[in-house]
């Protein structure tokens, strides 16, 4: 079953925009932080935003100024709106959340990915 479910990925010109959802199932309980972090091809996985339930953000250092995470905790939503895009911003974009399972030992959901595109 899936438990993050996330939307709004595309095709956009450089300088374009997108806005990214991810929405997290009510089954997954204590979450401390939602994020995002995407993978190119033939590179890592990285952390692109991450906001945790007191407010603190981390943020790439390539994406600072440009994009915005934010949550709605009472919907388990976490938003990236990106702007001014950039071909090298092109990449696959997993939601993530962490938890803490029944004897507070840290849980990590993931997303399925959805693919951003930036071309002209």
């Known amino acids: 079953q899936v438990q993050l479910v996330e939307s709004g990925g595309g095709l956009v010109q450089p300088g374009g925009s997108l806005r990214l959802s991810c929405v997290a199932s009510r089954s997954i309980v204590n979450i401390n932080a939602m994020g995002w972090y995407r993978q190119a091809p033939g590179k890592e996985r990285e952390l692109v935003a991450r906001?945790?339930?007191?407010?603190?953000?981390n943020y790439a250092d390539s994406v600072k100024g440009r994009f915005t995470i934010s949550r709605d905790n009472a919907k388990n939503t976490v938003l990236l709106q990106m702007n001014s895009l950039r071909p090298e911003d092109t990449a696959v974009y997993y939601c993530?959340?962490?938890?803490?399972?029944?004897?507070?030992?840290?849980?990590?959901?993931w997303g399925q990915g959805t693919q951003v595109t930036v071309s002209s």
């Open positions: 993530n959340a962490e938890a803490r399972n029944e004897v507070f030992r840290p849980v990590y959901y």
């Open positions: 906001l945790t339930n007191g407010g603190s953000t």
